[in-house]
């Protein structure tokens, strides 16, 4: 078992962010400059504010919209006034801090033309595999239907993403494994999941992506000193990703409130990366 208690102050490691949600995603709290004056008094170099972009209803049935959770999402018509608002903000602290603007978004194949008008609007996208089109054309969830005989879906649509050449960063992208069945109905890290985590790398350091380590599993301090009952990230899927030694690898706080920018969630995560010997870029380049 991995020593991942908090060591106070450790969490200062981090100097840059570029996972953040807002109030506008119905699931977070605070807005841009909240977050931003937080993680200027962190002494952060550069922080993204990058919300859960806007799902179109017209995406898939109402059943799917529902069933994957899409409300929590930013309302298509206030796309304008949270690019304002980062602006603003950038613009305010530019002397202090660098400010991005970006959306954390899903990807459904024949949809790019939307993630390139989201692209256009911010300074990069993150790409969030939160559901997933599966090959009979049904959209999937990713935390709770996900088993080994479809895992290798999830796979497919984030390299697909991958390919289109919009997205810099895949965040979580152990998220499948959060509810994953075996053949067997267990939560066990099989052959399966091995086999679709090296394609998902070796796909990541073909196409130029970062993947992210994430922070935001861990919402109670008792939850951190077992690595194995973590829901993500996945000590299986970051032990394959360290022998890639070209694969860009960054850490994401996830925050949804400003608060969240640092705290013994955050410190765990290093902690945890330090034992398993994982090769973390501080600094995150736009490339796409």
Not at 49 to 61: G, L, R, S, Y
Not at 90 to 112: A, C, D, Q, R
Not at 120 to 139: A, C, E, P, S
Not at 143 to 156: L, P, T
Request: one cysteine or more; proline letters at 2%; a negative charge.
């Amino acid at each position: 078992m991995y020593d991942t208690k908090s060591k106070v102050g450790d969490y200062m490691r981090m100097k840059n962010n570029y996972h953040t949600h807002l109030k506008y995603c119905n699931h977070a709290t605070g807005v841009t400059e909240d977050y931003v004056t937080e993680a200027i008094k962190l002494g952060f170099n550069e922080i993204a504010i990058t919300d859960h972009a806007p799902i179109p209803v017209a995406f898939m049935t109402k059943e799917e919209y529902k069933h994957n959770w899409c409300s929590d999402t930013m309302p298509l018509e206030f796309i304008d006034k949270y690019i304002k608002e980062i602006k603003t903000s950038k613009e305010l602290h530019k002397n202090e801090i660098k400010v991005l603007s970006g959306f954390e978004t899903e990807y459904i194949p024949g949809k790019e033309a939307y993630y390139k008008l989201l692209r256009d609007k911010t300074d990069f996208l993150n790409l969030g595999v939160h559901y997933f089109l599966n090959n009979k054309g049904h959209i999937l969830n990713t935390y709770g239907d996900v088993n080994y005989r479809n895992v290798h879906e999830y796979k497919d649509t984030c390299i697909k993403a991958m390919q289109t050449g919009l997205f810099n960063t895949l965040v979580h992208p152990d998220l499948f494994f959060y509810g994953y069945k075996d053949k067997n109905g267990n939560r066990v890290f099989d052959e399966e999941c091995i086999k679709i985590s090296k394609e998902i790398i070796e796909a990541a350091i073909k196409y130029n992506i970062y993947l992210e380590v994430n922070c935001n599993a861990l919402k109670k301090e008792e939850e951190v000193s077992d690595v194995s009952n973590w829901k993500y990230p996945i000590k299986e899927f970051w032990m394959i990703a360290k022998e890639y030694k070209d694969l860009k690898i960054i850490v994401g706080c996830d925050s949804h409130a400003p608060e969240r920018l640092s705290g013994f969630h955050v410190d765990a995560i290093y902690n945890f990366i330090d034992q398993i010997g994982l090769n973390i870029l501080e600094k995150m380049e736009i490339n796409h």
